[in-house]
């Protein structure tokens, strides 16, 4: 069983670091470019993983849910009701009519004249 561990550990490491390297966009990369670091994760599978994970990578710190800033601002969830975009959003479908559907709808669910499936 430790044997198998012993493999299956770097396996995993060294994989979740290739993926983690590829998928990193090219302004949070540190220290070397990105094509580089994926190089030395897969010819130097313990050692370049480790070294991806502690250096290659810009990190922000750990917070409450997601509210970690990227791109100078700041990318915490607000719910819709708080959100000004989306009751921005919700002021413009009313003056383009974006109520007619659903007015329309309503009219045929109260048509007693409506045959029914």
Same mark, same amino acid.
């Given at each position: 069983? !430790?044997?198998?561990?012993?493999?299956?550990? *770097? !396996?995993?490491?060294? +994989?979740?670091?290739?993926?983690?390297?590829?998928?990193?966009?090219?302004?949070?990369?540190?220290?070397? /470019?990105? /094509?580089?670091?994926?190089?030395?994760?897969? +010819?130097? *599978?313990?050692?370049?993983?480790?070294?991806? !994970?502690?250096?290659? &990578? &810009?990190?922000? /710190?750990?917070?409450?849910?997601?509210?970690? +800033?990227?791109?100078?601002?700041?990318?915490?969830?607000?719910?819709?009701?708080? @959100?000004?975009?989306?009751?921005?959003?919700?002021?413009?479908?009313?003056?383009?009519?974006?109520?007619?559907?659903?007015?329309?709808?309503?009219?045929?669910?109260?048509?007693? @004249?409506?045959?029914? /499936?």
């Amino acid at each position: 069983m !430790l044997r198998v561990l012993m493999f299956l550990v *770097p !396996l995993a490491l060294s +994989v979740y670091a290739f993926i983690d390297c590829i998928s990193t966009q090219d302004d949070d990369v540190r220290h070397m /470019p990105k /094509p580089l670091w994926a190089l030395l994760v897969l +010819v130097f *599978p313990l050692v370049g993983s480790i070294s991806w !994970l502690i250096a290659g &990578k &810009k990190r922000s /710190p750990a917070a409450d849910g997601w509210s970690g +800033v990227r791109g100078g601002r700041s990318r915490q969830w607000v719910a819709p009701d708080d @959100n000004p975009d989306f009751l921005k959003s919700l002021d413009e479908d009313k003056k383009l009519g974006g109520d007619k559907k659903l007015d329309e709808d309503k009219k045929k669910d109260d048509d007693p @004249n409506r045959d029914e /499936p």
